[in-house]
Structures are given as structure tokens and as C-alpha cells.
């Protein structure tokens, strides 16, 4: 094995670890490259207003007078950021490839989904921050332009330069992740980890069953919201709590009866067929009765994720997009600050 992709392969099997040194390289690449780039220099006056009694800093940005050389800048820190951005894809395609074909061997269903699940979760997490900043970016944006706080303008400057490198830092974090929103190979861990459990099975399988119900929920939320567009009055949590618990009992006539359920969901998931899963979530309630009931009783309640972090996206092109978008338009707003606004004055 080749040390680049043992190195990889160890990256792939710690998202956390993995993440941490890829925001940390993020941020010791794009803060020099930063305040290279969008560190502006002022020539200065100090004049007095005799009409309102007050004294004006005036700073003049010389990158209006330098347009030459700040543009270059700007082609440097974009250059940087093409590059980073290219090697952060590449690597994600790499750890891609990695976690895929170590899909292909026994026993791996439990971990292409427990990676899948951190990998996402850190992933998703990283774009909804750098969309956070983004907006921060907007705002200091229009403060600055139009005049408002006009005392706190340099300290706006130094915000916007901090904001930037957020931005440019998660986006790399974001990248860098493997692309494992795959219907058929996730679809088929379930149900390999489904067809594994056997009556009175030990108490270690609860956790594959606990990450196949988990993926589960994730693949049924996304197949349908395909075609019923109000999915949030389709709840989905009621029917999955009851085959949950049935998967749970080691009553063997039970236990069955949910595991063929189980199967049929996930060979309809693989096939796309929507009636399918209809079908084959009414059955819980009519063959799954008491286990409904017994839920109902006991108030029995089962956690599911947040749809908005684990999102699914099969679509490498618009994951790719939504990542790219606030890298490409943080450029265009720092040029608007740093090269179109020209003049910044400060009381006191």
C-alpha cells in the first residue's frame, strides 16, 4: 500500500481528526494570503469642522490609486484559492474511492454508514457556517458602503478580512469530505445489516440495528420528498418507532415480520418506486399491531436526526455548487470594499 493512501485511508476512517487538520491548514494557508490581498492602506488626514465643532480622520484608500497592484493581489488570492480548492476535491475523490471499495468487503455495512453519518454531519455543519459568514461578509458589506457606523469602519475592515478567511477556511473543510450520498450502496448496507439478524441476537447488534433504522429514515425522507412535495405532513417518525421496536424484540414471528418489511422498504428504495414504500409503510401498522399498541402504551420515543444536517444529495454537480458559491462570491464583495470604497472617516 502506497504511504499517501494508508495516510488517507486513516483520514477516512477519522472524519474528526481528518477535519480538524483540514481547517487548520485551511487557516494557516488563507490568512496570510488574506492580509496580502485585503489590507488595505490609507493616507490619512486629521481636519476640524467648525460647524459642528468636531474633528474628522479622513483615510483615503490607496488601493484606488494602486489599482494595478491591488488587482494582482486579488489574482494571487484567487489563484490560492482555485488551487485549494482543486486539492480538497481531489482528495475528496480519492477518500471517495478509498471508502468504496473497503464497501466491497464483509462486514463493512456497520461502517460506511457510521462514516457516512460523520463525515456528513461534519460536512453539512461546515456548509451552514460558511453560509453564516457569508451573510456576516453581506453585511459588513453594505455597512461599509453606505456610510453607517462610520467610527467602527476600521474595525469592520479587520472583520471582513477575519470573515474571509472563515469562509475560504470551511469551504476547503467542506471539500475535502468524500461524497458517499449513494442510494444503492447505502441502501444495500441496510440491508445486509438487516438480514444479518438472527433470533436472540447479542446485545452488539442493537447498534447495526440503531444504524440501519438511522439510515433508513435518512433514505425514505429523501425518496419521498422527491414526490410528495408536502412531506412534512407525511410523518414518517410513528410507522419507523414501531418497526424499530419490532426489529428489537428477539420474538422470532416479530422480529420476521419486521425484517421482511424492513427488506421491502429498501428494495423499493433501490428501485425508486414510491407507491412501493407507501405500501409497504401502511403494513406496519396492520402487521406490526401490537408493537404499535405497546409503543402507544409505554410512550415510547425514538430519536431521529435533523434532516438539515444529514442532508442527502446523490448529485455530485449541486453539492459541488452549493460549496463553491459563497468561495466564488466572497471575491466580488471584497473587491467592492477594499477597491470601490474609496474614502473612510472617523470622529472624535
Known amino acids: 500500500m502506497y504511504p499517501i493512501t494508508s495516510v488517507l485511508r486513516r483520514f477516512a476512517e477519522e472524519p474528526r ?24 492602506y490609507f493616507l490619512w488626514i486629521v481636519t476640524f469642522n467648525p460647524y459642528d465643532g468636531k474633528w474628522y480622520s479622513f483615510f483615503i484608500n490607496q488601493n484606488i490609486i494602486f489599482q494595478r ?4 493581489k486579488v489574482l494571487v488570492f484567487t489563484a490560492i484559492l482555485f488551487v485549494s480548492m482543486l486539492a480538497s476535491i481531489k482528495i475528496s475523490q480519492t477518500l471517495t474511492k478509498t471508502i468504496l471499495k473497503e464497501s466491497q468487503e464483509e ?7 457510521q462514516r457516512w453519518k460523520a463525515h456528513k454531519k461534519i460536512a453539512s455543519t461546515a456548509l451552514i457556517l460558511q453560509y453564516l459568514a457569508l451573510v456576516a461578509l453581506i453585511g459588513l458589506t453594505l455597512l461599509i458602503w453606505y456610510n453607517m457606523l462610520q467610527q ?9 478580512r477575519i470573515t474571509i ?19 444503492e450502496l447505502l441502501s444495500q448496507a441496510c440491508l445486509n445489516i438487516i438480514n444479518s439478524i438472527k433470533e ?3 446485545k452488539e447488534d442493537i447498534k447495526k440495528i440503531e444504524q440501519a433504522h438511522f439510515m433508513l429514515y435518512i433514505l425514505l425522507n429523501h425518496t419521498l420528498s422527491k414526490t410528495i412535495e408536502e412531506l412534512e405532513e407525511f410523518n414518517l417518525e410513528p410507522p419507523l418507532t414501531t418497526l424499530y421496536l419490532a426489529l428489537l424484540q428477539n420474538e422470532k414471528e416479530t422480529l420476521n415480520r419486521a425484517k421482511t418489511i424492513t427488506t421491502n422498504l429498501l428494495k423499493a428504495i433501490k428501485e425508486k418506486k414510491t407507491q412501493g414504500i407507501l405500501k ?13 399498541e405497546l409503543s402507544k402504551t409505554m410512550e415510547i420515543t425514538v430519536h431521529y436526526p435533523s434532516l438539515t444536517l444529514y442532508t442527502f444529495n446523490p448529485s455530485k454537480k449541486t453539492t459541488l455548487i452549493k460549496a463553491l458559491i459563497p468561495l466564488i462570491t466572497q471575491i466580488p464583495l471584497a473587491i467592492l470594499i477594499f477597491l470601490g470604497k474609496w474614502l473612510y472617516y472617523v470622529t472624535f
Open 17 to 40: 481528526y481528518m477535519s480538524l487538520l483540514a481547517l487548520i491548514v485551511g487557516l494557516i494557508v488563507f490568512y496570510p494570503a488574506t492580509n496580502y490581498a485585503f489590507n488595505p
Open 152 to 160: 467602527y469602519a476600521t474595525i469592520f475592515l479587520t472583520l471582513t
Open 107 to 113: 462486514n463493512s455495512s456497520v461502517k460506511i454508514i
Open 165 to 183: 478567511i472563515v469562509v475560504s477556511a470551511l469551504g476547503i473543510l467542506h471539500l475535502i469530505h468524500p461524497l458517499l450520498d449513494n442510494e
Open 280 to 292: 409497504h409503510l401502511a403494513e406496519i401498522h396492520k402487521k406490526l399491531e401490537d408493537t404499535k
Open 200 to 202: 436472540e441476537y447479542p
Open 69 to 72: 497592484e491591488f488587482a494582482v
